[in-house]
């Protein structure tokens, strides 16, 4: 039997698609996002002593007790946000899964739903399986800003939901306190939802601050805040993220999430409850951390022919190649596997309407020492 297909736009994830390449051909792999180094031992031992402890059986629906307060303890410690921990926050399968349940939670069919291009690929599938539509804006192609004024034109009485990506994925680019005013202003007034996807919250540079939606009351009274712990403790492959939202939007995004996967990895759930009581100064220092190998990677970059851009947060960096190649990005990523050994991911599958002539390419920094010099020998041979 073939079905009728719900996602008639979607194949598999470029991401997949470049990994692949990249095994096939034995590539350097700077496409997809996961760091090659290992997670903090103290989170490795606490969650092998919870195993032996025998907390191998379902935790919790919203997750394990501990870990919640964990969370909004951090929560008031970073952004002085006062967080209930039984009725504000749900632990996921990642942040992928809480966003799925936020887009489900509130988005109805025939509802529109406001994405900032280029946007992470799991933002469309979701609102197309609640049956609502995604309209798009494109941010700043220079400077990945958000042009307000386009989002502001952009709302309709069938607008039910904005998705804001801070340190934004592919680019880096941050919102500033100005930003969050600015959006704080559009919704005003609205029954708009804000699903604010901040993964990347602890991964900042040059002593900026991360403008969480939670330290913006107008805004956390109606927003969903999703993080995930696989971006902050090097152990994406765990998948464990949370979500914090109003009690009414909690229940909401709740009674998704228990149908949807009900729990997630449990031992888990009490390692990272230690790393967060125990070992603050990791999260803490983050930032700093990822910024030596950022600017490693630039000083590295700058003897290649690729021009990098600014990398305000975030652990990817976006490269001019127009200096190489007037290729367009899916055939320049394909060739630059295939040919020269060395992974990448393009930016046009993470827009609706990608910008013409536009040749940029996504690294990513959060690798070894060796895995960057292996590949930036490759490509300074471009």
Same mark, same amino acid.
């Given at each position: 039997?073939?079905?009728?297909?719900?996602?008639?736009?979607?194949?598999?994830?470029?991401?997949?698609?470049?990994?692949?390449?990249?095994?096939?051909?034995?590539?350097?792999?700077?496409?997809?996002?996961? *760091?090659?180094?290992?997670?903090?031992?103290?989170?490795? +031992?606490?969650?092998?002593?919870?195993?032996?402890?025998?907390? /191998? #059986?379902?935790?919790?629906?919203?997750?394990?007790?501990?870990?919640? #307060?964990? $969370?909004?303890?951090? =929560?008031?410690?970073?952004?002085?946000?006062?967080?209930?921990?039984?009725?504000?926050?749900?632990?996921?399968?990642?942040?992928?899964?809480?966003?799925?349940?936020?887009?489900?939670?509130?988005?109805?069919?025939?509802?529109?739903?406001?994405?900032? !291009? *280029?946007?992470?690929?799991?933002?469309?599938?979701?609102?197309?399986?609640?049956?609502?539509?995604?309209?798009?804006?494109?941010? +700043?192609?220079?400077?990945?800003?958000?042009?307000?004024?386009?989002?502001?034109?952009?709302?309709?009485?069938?607008?039910?939901?904005?998705?804001?990506? %801070?340190?934004?994925?592919?680019?880096?680019?941050?919102?500033?306190?100005?930003?969050?005013?600015?959006?704080?202003?559009?919704?005003?007034? %609205?029954? $708009?939802?804000?699903?604010?996807?901040?993964?990347?919250?602890?991964?900042?540079?040059?002593?900026?601050?991360?403008?969480?939606?939670?330290?913006?009351?107008?805004?956390?009274?109606?927003?969903?805040?999703?993080?995930?712990?696989?971006?902050?403790?090097?152990?994406?492959?765990?998948?464990?993220?949370?979500? $914090?939202?109003?009690?009414?939007?909690?229940?909401?995004?709740?009674?998704?999430?228990?149908?949807?996967?009900?729990?997630?990895?449990?031992?888990?759930?009490?390692?990272?409850?230690?790393?967060?009581?125990?070992?603050?100064?990791?999260?803490?220092?983050?930032?700093?951390?990822?910024?030596?190998?950022?600017?490693?990677?630039?000083?590295?970059? =700058?003897?290649?022919?690729?021009?990098?851009?600014?990398? *305000?947060?975030?652990?990817?960096?976006?490269? +001019?190649?127009?200096?190489?190649?007037?290729? /367009? !990005?899916? +055939?320049?990523?394909?060739?630059?596997?295939?040919?020269?050994?060395?992974?990448?991911?393009?930016?046009?599958?993470?827009?609706? /309407?990608?910008?013409?002539?536009?040749?940029?390419?996504?690294?990513?920094?959060?690798?070894?020492?060796?895995?960057?010099?292996?590949?930036?020998?490759?490509?300074?041979?471009?």
């Amino acid at each position: 039997m073939q079905p009728q297909t719900k996602l008639p736009k979607v194949g598999t994830t470029i991401f997949t698609v470049m990994s692949q390449l990249a095994a096939e051909h034995k590539a350097v792999n700077l496409g997809q996002g996961f *760091p090659d180094f290992p997670a903090p031992q103290r989170l490795l +031992d606490a969650t092998a002593a919870a195993m032996a402890a025998g907390h /191998n #059986q379902y935790a919790p629906m919203q997750g394990a007790a501990i870990l919640r #307060q964990a $969370i909004a303890a951090k =929560a008031a410690e970073c952004y002085d946000a006062v967080v209930d921990a039984e009725t504000e926050i749900t632990v996921t399968s990642g942040g992928t899964e809480a966003i799925f349940n936020a887009i489900h939670a509130v988005v109805r069919p025939g509802e529109e739903v406001i994405v900032l !291009d *280029p946007a992470y690929d799991c933002y469309v599938p979701a609102i197309d399986l609640a049956g609502a539509r995604s309209v798009h804006v494109a941010l +700043d192609p220079v400077d990945f800003s958000v042009p307000w004024d386009a989002v502001r034109a952009a709302i309709t009485p069938a607008t039910r939901m904005i998705i804001v990506n %801070t340190p934004h994925n592919p680019s880096g680019a941050m919102m500033s306190a100005a930003d969050m005013q600015t959006l704080s202003d559009i919704l005003d007034g %609205t029954d $708009i939802y804000l699903l604010a996807d901040e993964v990347y919250e602890h991964i900042i540079y040059d002593g900026a601050r991360h403008e969480s939606a939670l330290r913006w009351p107008a805004l956390r009274e109606r927003a969903f805040v999703v993080s995930s712990f696989g971006k902050t403790y090097h152990c994406t492959g765990w998948k464990l993220g949370y979500a $914090i939202a109003p009690p009414a939007l909690t229940a909401e995004f709740r009674k998704v999430h228990q149908y949807n996967t009900f729990t997630s990895f449990g031992p888990a759930q009490y390692g990272f409850a230690a790393m967060i009581n125990d070992e603050p100064e990791h999260h803490r220092q983050l930032g700093a951390f990822y910024q030596a190998k950022r600017d490693a990677f630039r000083a590295k970059l =700058a003897q290649t022919r690729f021009k990098p851009l600014a990398v *305000p947060g975030g652990y990817f960096q976006l490269a +001019d190649y127009s200096a190489i190649s007037d290729m /367009n !990005d899916m +055939d320049f990523c394909r060739w630059l596997t295939v040919e020269k050994g060395v992974t990448a991911i393009p930016l046009s599958p993470l827009y609706a /309407n990608p910008p013409a002539g536009q040749r940029l390419i996504r690294l990513c920094f959060a690798k070894s020492d060796a895995t960057v010099d292996a590949a930036m020998q490759r490509l300074r041979a471009l």
